[in-house]
Nanobody
Framework: QVQLVESGGGLVQAGGSLSLSCAAS????????MGWFRQAPGKEREFVAA????????VYADSVKGRFTISRDNAKNTVWLRMNSLKSEDTAVYYC????????????????WGQGTQVTVSS
């Protein structure tokens, strides 16, 4: 069983930056591909970024490529999402997700979810 706890959300002005973190409670964190998803009001949850077991493979949604950076530290059981040049359309609840061995790049691939953290970008 994997429990994920996100933190770092908040209110930021457009053009600003914010960092999210996700702490995992598992002894085998390095066996899980990790990802971030988001859900805006009235919309379906969508993929944002994912990182492989050792961090050697990273995938981003086109909408965040060049602005967001996903990273992980297996010694700390933590994955981060650094968000720069934020836009109003980035406003959403951001969820951390884990998938055993492989990258979670779709909602249905993720086996574990955090509770979500709100990110609001004011224009």
């Amino acid at each position: 069983q994997v429990q994920l706890v996100e933190s770092g959300g908040g209110l930021v002005q457009a053009g600003g930056s914010l960092s999210l973190s996700c702490a995992a409670s598992t002894l085998s964190f390095s066996n899980y591909g990790m990802g971030w998803f988001r859900q805006a009001p009235g919309k379906e949850r969508e993929f944002v970024a994912a990182i492989s077991l050792s961090g050697g493979r990273i995938v981003y949604a086109d909408s965040v490529k060049g602005r967001f950076t996903i990273s992980r530290d297996n010694a700390k059981n933590t994955v981060w999402l650094r968000m720069n040049s934020l836009k109003s359309e980035d406003t959403a609840v951001y969820y951390c997700a884990a998938r055993y061995i492989n990258l979670p790049t779709t909602e249905f691939q993720a086996g574990y979810w955090g509770q979500g953290t709100q990110v609001t970008v004011s224009s």
